[in-house]
């Protein structure tokens, strides 16, 4: 078989078969097919697409790449949620433990931010301690011991596509509906989950910036979990201005405990991750109904049982759970400033890529791979879209390293104003899925 021979049968728009979907990927992997080649394949696939079959066999191809856990030593059937990334969303670590909290055992492995978006791997490691790699034994015991489990995905999960992924980056092939497909499912799959939700983000912030490419993607995913024996179901969700008021890592960890304590349970965030933690528990069996479901988050929130598992997940991890009580452990900025606003109006949008990319500057995000963050800085989001604000009125307060200049038009600039009050637009956009 010949490399040169599947890049001209894709150029042309053909579809390629298993074998040689296999043949690339193992060659990606192990060297033996040059960058050059896969990237151009990876080009003319973004442009081109894939059949489902195709797309499968990418997916599969990359499963096999490398491990499978092996979950089973754990009771009950698991469920993992993955997102396609956002500014501020810090689901993840209100949801685990919510999901943990009311009795499904919650595996996930989690990504490092890049670009204008966090990851949540950076998240966790602003809880001082915290081991954000864990080992699988490691992994196991926390599943086992908290029934929540979260680490930076390891080398071994799925080696092709973090190959793949690389390139991908480089040479401008990320927005494409089967690559994302299969990296992704991929994963997940690898991962050993039995059931998965996903939290597909639509909109200008978002890989996916409308709600048809963003259904596109959520059903190809939906098909290949379905295909694998995976129960699988999609939430399509607006992704524009910064979920919740905090952006930055420490400051991520600040109002992820404040949920799990009951506070601004009104939220876009908090109903999103509820609702979402909802999908997991009846997923997991242990309800049958969204009202159900949604009692019983309400419940883990008020008895405090979810921020409990939080806590016992940090201790057994190596993390200082008493910092999710007294925020002065957590890495903190060296100096706060106020973005005041310029004019009165209603707040009528808000640029969540801006913000994002704002706080990446700030050191809150990578802009390249190797690139160490600072935990502690960061943006709190003071108003939300569709508010009345007078002029001077806080905007951001914005967490900087010392001595670091802020420019506030910069800040100023992410807002867009109206006379009269925006029609306020709901969060959920569509569902996929069994
Ligand atoms: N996240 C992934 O893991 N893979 C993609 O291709 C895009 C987002």
């Known amino acids: ?13 053909g579809a390629l078969s298993p ?50 856990l092996d979950l089973s030593s754990v009771p009950g059937l698991k469920v993992d949620k993955h997102s396609t990334g956002g500014v501020g969303d810090k689901t993840t670590l209100i949801l685990g433990p919510i999901v943990a909290a009311c009795g499904v055992p919650c595996p996930m492995f989690s990504g490092r931010g890049l670009g204008h978006t966090g990851g949540t791997v950076d998240k966790f490691a602003a809880i001082p301690g915290l081991k954000v790699e864990l080992s699988e034994a490691e992994f196991l015991r926390s599943l086992a011991e908290t029934r929540f489990a979260n680490s930076a995905q390891t080398t071994d999960i799925a080696p092709a596509d973090k190959k793949l992924y690389a390139l991908r980056d480089i040479t401008a092939t990320v927005e494409s509906i089967p690559l994302i497909t299969a990296s992704i499912m991929s994963k997940k799959l690898a991962g050993g989950a039995d ?28 098909d290949v979990g379905g295909a694998h024996g995976m129960q699988i179901r999609a939430l399509i969700t ?54 159900q479901a949604l009692a019983r988050v ?33 890495p903190q900025p060296g100096q706060a400033l106020e973005v005041l606003a310029p004019r009165d109006g209603y707040i ?39 508010q009345k604000v007078h002029k001077g009125d806080p905007l951001f307060t914005v967490y900087a390293k010392t001595g670091a200049k802020v420019n506030t038009a910069f800040y100023q600039d992410t807002v867009a104003w109206s006379e009269v009050a925006a029609e306020a637009k709901g969060w959920l956009l569509g569902s996929i899925g069994c």
């Open 1 to 13: 078989m010949r490399m040169y021979d599947l890049i001209y049968t894709k150029k042309l728009g």
């Open 19 to 68: 074998e040689q979907i296999a043949f690339w990927v193992k060659g990606a992997a192990d060297g033996s097919i040059p960058d050059e080649q896969s990237a151009s394949l990876l080009m003319a696939t973004c442009w081109r697409g894939m059949t489902t079959e195709e797309t499968l066999a990418l997916t599969l191809a990359m499963r096999d790449s490398g491990k499978r």
């Open 195 to 222: 059931a998965l939700v996903l939290d597909v983000k639509c909109g200008p912030t978002a890989f996916m910036k409308t709600l048809e490419d963003s259904t596109t993607l959520a059903q190809s995913m939906v």
């Open 238 to 291: 607006r992704m524009d201005a910064p979920l919740g008021w905090a952006i930055g890592n420490a400051l991520e960890v600040m109002e992820s405990v404040e949920i799990l304590r009951g506070e601004h349970g009104d939220s876009e965030l908090a109903q999103m991750s509820f609702r979402l933690a909802a999908e997991m528990l009846i997923m997991g069996g242990v309800a049958c109904t969204l009202e």
């Open 298 to 330: 309400q419940t883990s929130i008020q008895d405090g049982s979810a921020l409990d598992t939080l806590r016992r997940f940090v201790v057994l991890n190596g993390g200082d759970a008493a910092a999710l009580d007294d925020f002065s452990r957590l």
């Open 348 to 386: 009528c949008a808000m640029d969540g890529r801006a913000l994002g990319i704002l706080a990446m500057d700030l050191g809150a995000g990578r802009r390249d791979r190797n690139d160490v963050l600072d935990l502690g800085v960061g943006i709190r989001v003071r108003v939300t879209v569709g």
